[in-house]
């Protein structure tokens, strides 16, 4: 495989689960991040990893928690989401440093119910 | 802080006719970089072109061409000989040199008709 690859495409949810989403690059990036992207909205970051240490943080609130074992494997764990939590979950990775582009994942959906 | 701004929500256009998308952004750094992103409906965000600040030569990718006015903090997408592939949302990026971070336009819904 190639390129940054998201899991699971679709999740549905209720407010009292628990869920993991996950997203691998394939690229040797050294950064990698997670975007909420809700309709007619900018992309919001949410979370930066560079070099696996976390630089950012942008007041994401803690039912959202993110882990990044290594530079090619990123987690989003969930927890007693909210329905407005219901949106595309994007995944990227860069260079970091380089004023770069990013490659993005496919994204997951997710629906709180 | 740093914003960006497109101020058309949604354009449409024959297959074959040239279009242009609009991006305005406002910042105080003077050394950055700009993209324009598309999401087809498959909804991977794939670069279409970017733009480095200090260069003053406009970007070009094949069909795709920016203007690039950094005193007016302007950077439109041109989109030559529209194809139906083309239809997709375009968003378009500031990243600023101090720290790396994107920072997103709404976005522009393009439509492509046959």
């Known amino acids: 495989e190639t390129g940054v690859t998201q899991t699971p495409r679709h999740l549905v949810m209720g407010m009292t689960n628990k869920k993991s989403l996950k997203c691998e690059q394939h690229?040797?990036?050294?950064?990698m991040y997670w975007y909420k992207q809700s309709a007619k909205k900018p992309l919001e970051l949410m979370f930066v990893?560079?070099?696996?240490?976390q630089t950012e943080n942008n007041s994401v609130p803690s039912r959202f928690s993110p882990e990044c074992p290594n530079s090619s494997h990123l987690f989003l764990h969930l927890h007693t989401l909210q329905p407005e939590d219901s949106a595309l979950y994007l995944c990227?990775?860069?260079?970091w440093g380089r004023g770069t582009e990013a490659f993005f994942g496919q994204g997951t959906r997710l629906t709180v119910v | 802080a740093q914003t960006v701004t497109q101020s058309q929500p949604e354009m449409s256009v024959q297959e074959a006719e040239t279009v242009t998308l609009s991006c305005t952004y406002d910042t105080s750094e003077s050394n950055y970089y700009l993209f324009w992103y598309k999401q087809p409906p498959s909804r991977q965000m794939i670069l279409v072109i970017r733009q480095e600040a200090y260069k003053q030569q406009n970007a070009t990718e094949n069909r795709f061409s920016v203007n690039f006015q950094k005193a007016a903090k302007s950077f439109s997408l041109k989109i030559s000989d529209s194809q139906l592939g083309d239809t997709a949302m375009y968003f378009c990026a500031f990243m600023k040199q101090s720290n790396y971070q994107l920072i997103w336009g709404a976005g522009t819904k393009l439509i492509i008709k046959p």
């Open positions: 990893y560079n070099f696996k240490e």
């Open positions: 690229l040797g990036h050294n950064a």
């Open positions: 990227a990775s860069s260079q």
